[in-house]
């Protein structure tokens, strides 16, 4: 069984900084893509950054400059550093592990930009 397991959210001034993390523990093989979404009340998910096992990373526009998204491979993790947050990237975040032809999900941690 395949477990995602994130840490790093939590409340953040604007201009502040987090980074997230997501473990992958269990049975789990030729991972291609360690991904980050993210969704806000009344919004869908949406991707917000995304690596592929051939060192390609891509974001979406709202993130570009200011979000880094990074993997260990041999720990089976990824991570996303947040520079610069804005009230606007307030969600809860979500990891997301594509393994073989399954996709597999972390339970979401929240993000909240306040003053």
């Known amino acids: 069984q395949v477990q995602l397991v994130e840490s790093g959210g939590g409340l953040v001034q604007p201009g502040g900084s987090l980074r997230l993390s997501c473990a992958a523990s269990g049975s789990i093989f030729s991972i291609y893509a360690m991904d980050w979404y993210r969704q806000a009340p009344g919004k869908q998910r949406e991707l917000v950054a995304g690596?592929?096992?051939?060192?390609?990373?891509n974001y979406a526009d709202s993130v570009k400059g200011r979000f880094t998204i990074s993997r260990d491979n041999g720990k089976n993790t990824v991570y996303l550093q947040m520079n610069s947050l804005k009230p606007g990237d307030t969600a809860i975040y979500y990891c997301?592990?594509?393994?073989?032809?399954?996709?597999?999900w972390g339970q979401g941690t929240q993000v909240t930009v306040s003053s």
């Open positions: 997301s592990i594509t393994a073989g032809f399954t996709r597999y």
């Open positions: 690596s592929t096992s051939t060192g390609s990373t």
